[in-house]
């Protein structure tokens, strides 16, 4: 289970008529990344306040969105070093804000392997992305090519998250652990913590290899790429 960059730009693609309209109405690449991040937030805070199902939909419309800005940029002439770091670092941040949201009400539910599951999943998650960007600033892996190994990227946490929180919503989370909605929410986000850290492994073995193979790291080719996975 991975996704090459040939495949996120075929999925991509499939937006690109939309981010073009948004284009002529004004919005910049830069502007639709806050306000992707701006939806994200707000669905966080339907998590914190335990409206799961809303806060589901919520959240992972937020992470389409996300696509709009690099789709925009490409198509436009308008990929800069500026903007790949903006999407990257509001990719990072809205993470987190889902997972605390999801914490918090979890918290406040009743649900406390929910909350640690939260946690655990956060953890990993962002030490997929901080492998991918440690190993591309050192050199390893040319392009964006570290993007396509691991078993959870982005992506993958995105779908398979929203789909065990819409679950909880439909079904009802009560206030006790492994019965309704709860079991799709900790299933979820356990899901996403154990593969995330294998997809960590994944990665260092693959510097690893590049290393072992006298492949001298330099410095990173400096190409900006709007994904952050």
Same mark, same amino acid.
């Given at each position: 289970?991975?996704?090459?960059?040939?495949?996120?730009?075929?999925?991509?693609?499939?937006?690109?008529?939309?981010?073009?309209?948004?284009?002529?109405?004004?919005?910049?690449?830069?502007? =639709?990344?806050?306000?992707?991040?701006?939806?994200?937030?707000?669905?966080?805070?339907?998590?914190?306040?335990?409206?799961?199902?809303?806060?589901?939909?919520?959240?992972?419309? &937020?992470?389409?969105?996300?696509?709009?800005?690099?789709?925009?940029?490409?198509?436009?002439?308008?990929?800069?070093?500026?903007?790949?770091?903006?999407?990257?670092?509001?990719?990072?941040?809205?993470?987190?804000?889902?997972?605390?949201?999801?914490?918090?009400?979890?918290?406040?539910?009743?649900?406390? =392997?929910?909350?640690?599951?939260?946690?655990?999943?956060? &953890?990993?998650?962002?030490?997929?992305?901080?492998?991918?960007?440690?190993?591309?600033?050192?050199?390893?892996?040319?392009?964006? &090519?570290?993007?396509?190994?691991? =078993?959870?990227?982005?992506?993958?946490?995105?779908?398979?998250?929203?789909?065990?929180?819409?679950?909880?919503?439909?079904?009802?989370?009560?206030?006790?652990?492994?019965?309704?909605?709860?079991?799709?929410?900790?299933?979820? =986000?356990?899901?996403?913590?154990?593969?995330?850290?294998?997809?960590?492994?994944?990665?260092?073995?693959?510097?690893?290899?590049?290393?072992?193979?006298?492949?001298?790291?330099?410095?990173?080719?400096?190409?900006?790429?709007?994904?952050?996975?």
């Amino acid at each position: 289970m991975t996704m090459s960059n040939e495949t996120r730009g075929r999925v991509k693609g499939v937006f690109e008529p939309l981010a073009l309209a948004m284009g002529r109405a004004g919005l910049t690449p830069n502007g =639709l990344t806050l306000i992707g991040f701006g939806i994200t937030v707000a669905g966080a805070a339907l998590l914190g306040a335990q409206a799961w199902l809303a806060g589901g939909i919520v959240m992972f419309a &937020g992470g389409v969105f996300d696509m709009f800005d690099g789709t925009l940029a490409r198509a436009t002439g308008q990929v800069s070093k500026l903007g790949a770091f903006m999407d990257s670092v509001f990719d990072r941040w809205g993470e987190a804000v889902v997972y605390l949201g999801i914490a918090v009400g979890a918290s406040q539910g009743g649900l406390p =392997l929910g909350a640690s599951l939260a946690a655990a999943a956060m &953890g990993a998650a962002f030490m997929v992305s901080y492998a991918r960007a440690k190993a591309e600033g050192l050199g390893f892996v040319a392009g964006s &090519g570290m993007a396509e190994v691991g =078993l959870m990227p982005r992506e993958f946490r995105l779908v398979i998250l929203a789909i065990g929180i819409v679950v909880a919503g439909v079904i009802g989370v009560p206030r006790e652990d492994l019965s309704g909605g709860a079991l799709a929410l900790e299933a979820a =986000l356990a899901i996403i913590a154990v593969l995330a850290t294998v997809t960590v492994v994944q990665r260092i073995l693959v510097v690893r290899r590049q290393a072992a193979t006298s492949i001298a790291p330099g410095q990173g080719s400096g190409t900006p790429t709007r994904s952050g996975s």
